[in-house]
């Protein structure tokens, strides 16, 4: 029997205990950086034993490990948020990651992906209404709107099967959809200056941004204090290439291809297609809830993301007997591109010649993970500047004049 101590249970203290641990060797596990306040605001310790505070004034300096991860702002705290931890040896301290940059970042996102995310909260351990917050929009993967456009929560567990192994026995069953983590929150992509979240369990510590003709290129680490294990069955990112290639404490370089309400991630140097995000509303988000939590939901108003050209790829609910039908959909347009190309340039390779004609990333985006040539030939001629030209059997990049 679990006995109940100051309203909080002695297993909760455990695990907030071991939480502790846990930072304490992240934080002694990795290189130093060092983010920059972008504005006044307050760490709060994470010590067991210590409940104080410290006053960060808009550019003061933190230096932490690379220690990013989603949780309390504060022991016992019911709020959520994406946190920078910091400080030495049993005096550990936390700050919100979206009041940081990295201390020599070229640049710095703007409103066309950051979303200023308010706070999650827990109203109780297994209650179905945790809210996400008063948000008007919020990156998810794409496949959340197959999900909803179908509106059938089920397709959620093809992708995910781990979820549902989300059931606890004892005086009450909590079902694979009840918990917090099957809902949008699952694949919920979060990018502030200082940190990235792409979903439960893949954390990432800025180094630098930089902002080009297709997104931006960012150099970061994987959080040091992403837990693997637990989160394996129910991560958006487990089981793809990219979790599989990279782990806690490894440099890597994000390129985000924004494209209307639509992000591309793939990683430099390794090709790999990390995931298709999408920009949804507010009417998306409360009937994606809805579906997922009740199994029900009203489409009426769900403004559905599109690309820049306008289409969405948001397919008309059919019947099985009709599902030839959808062989004969049109290509997307960089599709035909990359074909175009290929087949004039009989399928000359490219990545070698684009990234010896782009500008070297800096130093720090060291890659740590074999590849996979993921990386479709209209990402290459976005990074490139966007024209290719074959020049004795090799293909080279003509940047923007």
């Known amino acids: 029997m679990i006995m109940q101590k100051n309203g909080y249970s002695d297993l909760k203290r455990i695990a907030l205990l071991l939480c502790s641990i846990f930072l304490t060797s992240a934080l002694l596990a990795q290189e130093q950086q060092t983010f920059v306040a972008l504005q006044d605001t307050v760490a709060f310790s994470y010590e067991w034993t210590r409940d104080s505070s410290i006053d960060i004034q808009a550019g003061d300096s933190i230096v932490s490990n690379a220690t990013i991860f989603y949780g309390t702002r504060y022991n016992f705290s019911e709020e959520r948020?994406?946190?920078?931890?910091?400080?030495?040896?049993?005096?550990?301290?936390?700050?919100f990651a979206k009041y940081f940059k990295p201390a020599n970042?070229?640049?710095?996102?703007?409103?066309?992906?950051?979303?200023?995310?308010?706070?999650?909260?827990?109203?109780?351990?297994?209650?179905?209404?945790?809210?996400?917050?008063?948000?008007?929009?919020?990156?998810?993967?794409?496949?959340?709107?197959?999900?909803?456009?179908?509106?059938?929560?089920?397709?959620?567990?093809?992708?995910?099967?781990?979820?549902?192994?989300l059931i606890e026995s004892g005086h009450t069953i909590i079902y694979w959809y009840e918990f917090p983590s099957s809902d949008i929150r699952n694949g919920r992509a979060m990018f502030f200056n200082s940190a990235i979240k792409l979903g439960i369990g893949a954390n990432f510590a800025v180094r630098n941004i930089r902002r080009t003709d297709f997104g931006y290129i960012v150099n970061c680490v994987v959080s040091t204090s992403d837990w693997r294990r637990p989160w394996e069955f129910v991560a958006a990112l487990a089981g793809t290439a990219f979790w599989d290639a990279y782990h806690p404490g490894d440099a890597v370089t994000l390129l985000?291809?924004?494209?209307?309400?639509?992000?591309?991630?793939?990683?430099?140097?390794?090709?790999?297609?990390?995931?298709?995000?999408?920009?949804?509303?507010?009417?998306?988000?409360?009937?994606?809830?809805?579906?997922?939590?009740?199994?029900t939901s009203d489409l009426t108003n769900v403004v559905w993301p599109a690309r820049a050209e306008g289409s969405?790829?948001?397919?008309?609910?059919?019947?099985?007997?009709?599902?030839?039908?959808?062989?004969?959909?049109?290509?997307?347009?960089?599709?035909?591109?990359?074909?175009?190309?290929?087949?004039?340039?009989?399928?000359?390779?490219?990545e070698a010649a684009v990234i010896a004609a782009m500008e070297a990333p800096p130093a720090a985006a060291v890659e740590n993970a074999p590849a996979t040539s993921a990386m479709?030939?209209?990402?290459?001629?976005?990074?490139?500047?966007?024209?290719?030209?074959?020049?004795?059997?090799?293909?080279?990049?003509?940047?923007?004049r």
């Open 81 to 95: 948020h994406l946190l920078i931890a910091f400080g030495e040896t049993n005096n550990h301290y936390v700050v």
């Open 105 to 165: 970042t070229e640049d710095i996102f703007g409103e066309d992906i950051f979303i200023d995310y308010p706070p999650d909260y827990r109203v109780g351990h297994g209650v179905l209404n945790i809210p996400i917050g008063d948000v008007d929009a919020m990156w998810v993967p794409d496949y959340y709107a197959d999900i909803l456009s179908a509106q059938d929560r089920a397709r959620l567990l093809e992708l995910r099967p781990g979820l549902v192994n």
């Open 256 to 295: 985000l291809f924004l494209d209307g309400d639509y992000l591309d991630i793939y990683t430099y140097g390794t090709d790999i297609h990390v995931g298709t995000f999408i920009r949804v509303g507010r009417e998306f988000i409360a009937q994606y809830q809805s579906l997922i939590r009740t199994n």
């Open 312 to 350: 969405t790829g948001i397919r008309p609910r059919v019947a099985l007997a009709d599902s030839a039908l959808l062989q004969a959909e049109e290509v997307p347009v960089a599709a035909q591109v990359e074909v175009a190309i290929i087949t004039t340039i009989e399928a000359v390779p490219v």
């Open 376 to 400: 479709p030939l209209w990402a290459w001629l976005a990074i490139g500047g966007g024209a290719l030209a074959v020049a004795g059997g090799v293909v080279v990049a003509r940047g923007k």
